[in-house]
């Protein structure tokens, strides 16, 4: 008789890679080397890409390879380079929570540009993480990094362009091998940028080389697998739910570890993004299809 893991324990195991996630502001401000977002960004994606990459040994086949490097620089490069740009310029738990929209944009841009059919509960979510939005960085009170607001944005777009497209093209290989090309292409574009523009570190500290494999192993690698486990395994809608516990986990570590605080404004605005993501998530009845479930399907549908 095949044994099953029950649900509670997919569940919590899945829970466990943004739980993981939230804590890259945290490792970022207090582990990794000043002003290097391009480096740090690089040196989690590339090793661990080239890692797999050498495991599965399988490559893109001919006539994909333009079409993995873009989905590897939105997915990943670019993804990563604003990432980190906001982590070392934001509170972990504004930045987490700003980037915490992007299944909204995935969900907008889809009506944009597939004609995907959203309901009512779509665009009330929408509204509401945008007003979450400005009121966590708009407030009087806020004094936030306008470049950092601006890269979680700009990064949470770039995620949601690259999903789109993953949609769209559907790539012949599996996730792992998908996220193999995607990781070793994102991390090859940001390497020579890193080189360019970034000063290089004197030497990289003992602090600095923990931090980056906590980041590349276990922020990386590890949570992928359990990420991927979940998405295998529950609705698509209940994995993207958890992904809220990325924001949670990144404020919580804050308060706790640095003391940061955040104004009843700013605490009332992430409230309203959180919210405003969950009640995307929200199955609808009869169907019991999600805003971004119906989103997929009209994009596997155009033409």
């Not at 992430?270 to 009869?286: E, H």
Request: contains cysteine; hydrophobic residues 55%; positive net charge.
């Amino acid at each position: 008789m095949q044994h099953t893991a029950p649900r509670w324990f997919d569940i919590g195991l899945t829970a466990l890679a943004p739980l993981i996630w939230g804590s890259t502001y945290l490792v970022t401000t207090e582990f990794l080397p000043p002003n290097v977002p391009l480096l740090s960004a690089a040196l989690r994606t590339l090793p661990i890409g080239l890692f797999m990459l050498l495991c599965l040994r399988q490559l893109p086949a001919r006539g994909w390879w333009g079409k993995i490097f873009l989905l590897g620089m939105l997915n990943i490069g670019v993804f990563q380079a604003l990432l980190f740009v906001a982590a070392y310029r934001l509170p972990g738990g504004v930045a987490a929570t700003i980037g915490a929209i992007q299944p909204l944009v995935v969900v907008l841009l889809g009506w944009a540009w597939f004609q995907a059919k959203t309901g009512l509960l779509s665009w009330i979510a929408a509204l509401c993480g945008l007003a979450g939005v400005a009121m966590l960085v708009l407030g009087p009170e806020a004094a936030l990094d306008l470049t950092g607001v601006a890269a979680a944005a700009a990064g949470a777009f770039s995620m949601a362009c690259g999903t789109l497209l993953t949609k769209k093209w559907l790539p012949p290989a599996s996730a792992m091998v998908l996220t193999s090309w995607q990781l070793t292409a994102g991390g090859l574009f940001l390497l020579p940028l890193a080189l360019i523009f970034e000063p290089m570190p004197a030497h990289f500290s003992l602090l600095n080389i923990v931090g980056y494999l906590w980041l590349g192993v276990i922020g990386t690698g590890l949570t992928y697998v359990m990420w991927l486990g979940g998405v295998l395994k529950m609705p698509a809608a209940a994995v993207t739910t958890l992904s809220l516990l990325s924001p949670l986990s990144a404020t919580v570590l804050g308060a706790l570890v640095l003391q940061q605080q955040l104004t009843l404004l700013q605490t009332l605005g992430m409230t309203a993004v959180l919210l405003g993501v969950w009640l995307g998530q929200r199955p609808v009845r009869k169907t019991a299809t999600s805003p971004v479930e119906k989103t997929e399907l009209a994009i596997k549908k155009a033409p």
